[in-house]
């Protein structure tokens, strides 16, 4: 219900009740009045006929008492009029036939009829008496204190309640009258002092609604002028937050660029616009190389002005109608509208890499950052926003995969990789459940003089249409999808259960390495290994966790918590791949390691290169100093082998000494080894090899 | 007037056939002479005043006797001029000076002043020359003779001069052994409302007329049915018609036979019934005897009418 219909109805009501209060006062107070006037005449009249009629009482003339009882009976007003002597007994016979009272209660009683016998003129009075619209009068006749008669009169309220009924229409008019004219003019008078500025704040509150911040007119100083004030405060004030959220929900607030959201309605809009005028355009993801070792080296605040500065770069590279957005972390996204030549968008990227790539001061050292990009054109490689980006991402980790700088268009090969990528995803779920991993076991010897030291914990994926997935392309898989947790724990498991076996066997498997995830570092790894190694009831010197440089960045002091932890447990530990990473020298300081295994990459060259022997021995001398040991790792020659004892290398593990043995074929080993010398059971491993 | 018109061209007539034209001249003289001076003599006579006892309102009185008294102008050629009294007492005073040349009155008043008028005729009322007193009771009362009424109260209409309703009934309560004290004699204003009276119970009895109990206005204010007759008088004549004593024969003859032709044309029983009545029957003093023989046991001689 409207305000002004609510409003004008409670009018309404409060002036009905008003006034039906007052009119009812009003009529009781006129009945009253009218009934005290009735009674007044009836009594004159009564007064006088009983003044007169003693005479004719006492000269028995009873025809000139039934013709004042007549001219009584005919008054306005009066029922009856009856002269009754002392009992009761009437001594007139007239009546009123035309008395509508007389005839309800006389039965038989005619209009024309004016004579009734006594018998019916005291029923006759006797039902009147009771009568609610007659009111009975008494007046007694007396001579000489002597009452004679008594003149009974009956007056009829029923000409004072049509008087009263009438008064009520007329009442009831006039205030309906007047509740309509004050109904109607409080109506007009609200719809246009209040209801009129109402609206215009309701139509104003819409246009907030649809976004249009439009200010009311204060054409007042009263409340409604206050409420239309604070409503244009109001208004102005969600403009400014709503531009605020617009701009928070929409722009990047580190580099002012448009946000993932804004880049994909833009994209959204230039799909239409496309699709609309048969135009192509470009879409680029932009990735930079290697962010992490700028933000763990240099802080994240160095990080953050790094962005900022590649953004201004890439900004400057662009149209004015390119749209360059943020979409996270050091992932950038750039729209290039109507530009599909892929030689143009080409060119436009090769300018961006460029910009990315100029060498930058922060923090006082000369930092230099590549990126990758990846490109899509519409319509070609999608029409879609959600398969633009996704082959634009495509095509961004196909760059990334081919190094630093790298530009990549899309090619729907690439989405047969990405296929492939999501079939196998599916597979790793089911992996345990269909015991379809195995571990192998990669011995360590020691350099010097080729005695087994130890083993490496290799893990290994059967697939049963595939064949063997090579790690490489499943463990990261698994590391992205959690999985990598429950199949670290079950390694873990495998080679503590085989460690107790071949103890059990009396077979001397010295020490296993098995790598960690940085994933599995953080979840609850403490009470696991604590659980395994209790359960197998092995003493924790005898495994042996590789973690590689990667693991490190993420969070030093957690990580370096955890292994402290686990380190306090007896458990040690070897920094795996070293040189591929970032080679930090600090990561060395800041955790403790008992081990640093050289890369594959680096031992490869190692005969024919100078300067990668070189490099090994410094990287074994540099480990030496922190009292660590060195296993050089994918030793496949005799010549490695015999540079590698020159430059004091501790351990060595590769082909040369032995590939991967599957459970049996290691147990094998173990046992030969257990039953030769040490110099024998090295000539053994090595020929093996 | 056209009685006195016809007699004239009969006698011309006669005298025309004789031939004799002076003869004629001195007979029409004669005539004209004979025609015009009676009824010049009429006209200087004073007018005939004719008195109405009060029975009535002067008024009513006045409006159902005005036309009988138009008629004996006319007829009798001689103003008849109808006199109303205020009251009972100043009519009474003309009867007994006999300032009335013909009055009428109830049958105890002629009796007392037949010494100055004689009756030439009477009333017919209801188709009737006599009527007769009656003594009422309820017929819810219980009493069914006149002896019960001793020690009770009986009402009268009219007064003690009142032939019907109080002098035939008392004669009746005389003939049953009843004398004035053995019962409490109350008067009511007319011979109406001592029936009224009786049925509304204010009284034991009621003596009035026999008839009375049919005129309508009883009818209208009461039921008859509840009362009775306990008993009824002989048949006396009714009211009277007389004329002062001195009056000639003639005249009074005329009068007389005026008014008992009333009765035979048109314009008679238009009067008739303006004055309530339904003819005049002759009447003469004898009549009136066994009026006179009642009266004198009711009614003390030296009493005269009130």
Redesign the interface.
């Known amino acids: 219900m409207r305000l002004a219909t609510r409003f004008v109805l409670i009018v309404v009501g409060i002036l009905s009740v008003t006034l039906a209060i007052n009119t009812y006062f009003f009529l009781r107070s006129q009945g009253m009045t009218l009934e005290q006037q009735l009674t007044e005449r009836g009594r004159v009249v009564g007064h006088l006929i009983a003044l007169i009629s003693p005479e004719?009482i006492l000269?028995?003339?009873?025809?000139?008492l039934?013709e004042y009882a007549r001219e009584v009976s005919l008054l306005r007003d009066v029922v009856y009029g009856v002269i009754v002597?002392n009992d009761g007994?009437?001594?007139t016979?007239f009546v009123n036939g035309s008395d509508q009272h007389n005839r309800a209660s006389l039965d038989g009683l005619e209009a024309g009829s004016n004579?009734v016998?006594?018998r019916a003129l005291q029923t006759l009075l006797q039902r009147l008496a009771d009568h609610p619209d007659v009111i009975p009068m008494d007046f007694p006749i007396i001579y000489e204190d002597r009452t004679l008669a008594h003149l009974r009169v009956g007056i009829s309220r029923a000409e004072l309640k049509a008087q009263a009924d009438e008064q009520l229409v007329q009442q009831f008019a006039i205030y309906a009258i007047i509740i309509a004219f004050l109904s109607t003019a409080i109506y007009l008078v609200f719809r246009c002092s209040v209801m009129r500025r109402l609206e215009q704040l309701i139509e104003a509150s819409r246009h907030i609604g649809r976004g249009e911040f439009k200010q009311v007119r204060v054409s007042s100083r009263d409340e409604l002028g206050q409420l239309a004030e604070a409503f244009n405060a109001m208004a102005t004030a969600i403009a400014d937050e709503q531009a605020k959220l617009h701009y928070q929900a929409n722009y990047d607030a580190l580099t002012a660029q448009p946000n993932r959201h804004l880049a994909i309605e833009r994209l959204k809009q230039e799909i239409r616009s496309a699709h609309r005028h048969r135009h192509r355009f470009a879409l680029m993801f932009i990735d930079l190389n290697d962010f992490k070792v700028v933000n763990d080296t240099l802080g994240h605040a160095t990080g953050d002005l790094l962005l900022k500065l590649v953004s201004g770069r890439l900004r400057t590279q662009l149209r004015e109608e390119d749209t360059l957005a943020r979409l996270g972390g050091d992932e950038f996204l750039v729209l290039l509208p109507r530009t599909g030549d892929a030689a143009k968008v080409k060119d436009v990227a090769d300018r961006l890499l460029a910009a990315t790539s100029e060498p930058t001061l922060l923090s006082g050292r000369e930092v230099v950052v590549h990126s990758s990009i990846g490109i899509a054109l519409y319509p070609d490689d999608g029409e879609t926003v959600e398969s633009l980006m996704a082959n634009a991402d495509n095509a961004m980790y196909q760059a990334k995969r081919h190094g630093r700088s790298s530009i990549c268009f899309f090619t729907q090969q690439m989405n047969a990789q990405v296929r492939e990528r999501l079939q196998l995803e599916q597979d790793l779920n089911k992996v345990l459940a269909r015991n379809e991993l195995y571990a192998v076991y990669q011995p360590i010897c020691r350099c010097a003089d080729g005695a087994y030291a130890g083993a490496e914990v290799l893990l290994r994926w059967e697939h049963p249409e595939r064949g063997p997935i090579n790690p490489a392309m499943f463990i990261p898989l698994a590391e992205s999808t959690g999985q990598i947790v429950d199949i670290g724990n079950w390694v873990l498991c495998r080679a503590a259960r085989q460690l107790r076996r071949w103890l059990d066997q009396g077979l001397a498997p010295g020490h296993l390495a098995v790598n960690l995830s940085r994933v599995q570092l953080l979840e609850g790894l403490e009470q696991t290994l604590d659980q395994i190694l209790r359960d197998h009831d092995l003493p924790p010197r005898m495994l042996e966790l590789e973690i590689t440089e990667n693991v490190l960045l993420d969070d030093h002091y957690q990580v370096a918590d955890v292994l402290a932890r686990l380190r306090a447990m007896g458990i040690s530990f070897s920094l795996d791949d070293f040189g591929t990473g970032y080679s930090s020298l600090s990561y060395l300081r800041r955790f403790s390691f008992d081990t640093l295994k050289i890369d594959r990459s680096f031992i490869a060259p190692l005969c024919d290169d100078p300067e990668a022997a070189v490099l090994v021995r410094t990287i074994i001398a540099m480990a030496h100093s922190l009292s660590l040991a060195v296993v050089a790792e994918g030793v496949e020659t005799h010549t490695q082998l015999e540079l590698l004892r020159e430059l004091d290398c501790d351990y060595v593990q590769g082909y040369l000494i032995s590939p991967p043995l599957c459970e049996d074929e290691f147990a094998e080993l173990l046992v030969r080894l257990a039953g030769g010398t040490k110099a024998a059971a090295a000539i053994q491993v090595s020929r093996n090899g | 007037m056209s009685t006195v018109g016809q007699r004239s061209p009969e006698a011309a007539t006669s005298r025309w056939r004789a031939g004799s034209l002076s003869g004629l001249l001195l007979a029409l003289s004669v005539l004209v002479a004979a025609w015009w001076l009676p009824v010049a003599s009429a006209a200087a006579e004073p007018p005939l005043e004719m008195g109405i006892f009060p029975r009535r309102h002067a008024t009513l009185t006045n409006e159902l006797h005005a036309p009988l008294a138009d008629y004996l102008s006319r007829e009798l050629g001689r103003e008849v001029r109808l006199v109303t009294a205020r009251d009972f007492d100043a009519f009474w005073a003309g009867v007994e000076q006999a300032q009335f040349d013909i009055v009428h009155y109830n049958q105890f008043h002629y009796v007392r002043s037949s010494d100055r008028y004689r009756v030439i005729a009477h009333n017919k009322e209801f188709g009737s020359g006599v009527v007769a007193g009656a003594i009422y009771v309820r017929k819810d009362s219980g009493i069914t003779n006149l002896a019960q009424l001793r020690g009770r109260t009986i009402?009268f209409g009219g007064g003690r001069d009142a032939m019907m309703s109080y002098i035939l009934p008392s004669y009746l309560l005389l003939q049953a052994g009843l004398q004035p004290d053995d019962y409490e004699a109350?008067?009511?204003?007319?011979p109406?409302?001592?029936l009224?009276?009786l049925y509304?119970?204010?009284?034991d009895a009621s003596g009035a007329g026999d008839i009375l109990i049919d005129l309508p206005?009883v009818r209208?204010?009461?039921?008859p049915d509840t009362l009775m007759h306990l008993s009824v008088t002989e048949p006396v004549l009714h009211l009277p018609w007389a004329v002062r004593n001195d009056m000639p024969e003639s005249l009074s003859r005329r009068i007389q036979a005026l008014l008992v032709g009333l009765e035979t044309h048109e314009e008679g029983r238009a009067i008739l019934k303006r004055a309530q009545m339904t003819g005049f029957g002759a009447a003469e003093d004898a009549d009136y005897d066994p009026h006179r023989r009642i009266i004198e046991q009711v009614v003390p001689a030296a009493e005269a009418p009130r």
């Open positions: 004719a000269a028995f003339d009873f025809l000139t039934n002597d007994k009437p001594l016979s004579s016998d006594p | 009402v109350v008067f009511s204003r007319n109406p409302n001592s009224i009276a509304y119970k204010q009284v206005v209208e204010a009461i039921d």
